[in-house]
């Protein structure tokens, strides 16, 4: 019903929300790496729970706002890897050509082919290429370098260079 639909709106903005401050807080403990492979490993599954499967309102809104965990690695994908990864002096310019690429290949071509492909074969396909998008990033998330300053900074430290390394440990 359109009410019901709202409500599934209205909780997806607000875990949306919560999670893409959770997220980025998070990986300044855990890492910008972990924090990545988990959420986009989630988002994997977030759009099953949009496909039609018949399940209870209360489950797929409930399912839906954990789920939304899975978006949360946006804002470290979009800004903060990028101004990480680069000279200071180039940050706002690292940035911007990651929200560029994004919004050309994820709010132009990528919607153009999900229409075309939902209109041939079935509405659930837009869901198929968003699981599959969130794959990509996941397989992409374990060649990215961590960049977390406190974590480099843990791993520096716990290296002692005067202690012999053992390639066994």
Not at 2 to 27: K, R
Request: glycine share 8%; proline share 6%; net charge neutral.
């Amino acid at each position: 019903t359109p009410g019901q639909a709202s409500i599934i709106m209205s909780i997806l903005g607000l875990g949306g929300f919560i999670w893409a401050m959770v997220i980025p807080m998070m990986s300044d403990r855990i890492g910008r790496k972990r924090a990545i492979m988990v959420s986009s490993f989630v988002s994997i599954f977030f759009p099953i729970f949009l496909m039609p499967l018949g399940l209870h309102f209360m489950v797929v809104a409930v399912a839906l706002f954990f789920l939304s965990f899975g978006n949360g690695y946006a804002a470290l994908i979009m800004c903060i890897v990028p101004s990480e990864s680069v000279p200071k002096a180039f940050a706002a310019t690292a940035i911007s050509l990651t929200i560029f690429l994004g919004e050309i290949v994820g709010g132009t071509i990528v919607p153009v082919i999900a229409g075309s492909l939902a209109d041939k074969f079935s509405l659930a396909a837009p869901m198929w290429i968003s699981m599959g998008a969130g794959a990509f990033v996941f397989i992409l998330s374990f060649a990215l370098k961590e960049t977390a300053p406190n974590v480099v900074n843990r791993k520096a430290s716990d290296f002692d260079s005067s202690q012999p390394v053992s390639l066994l440990e």
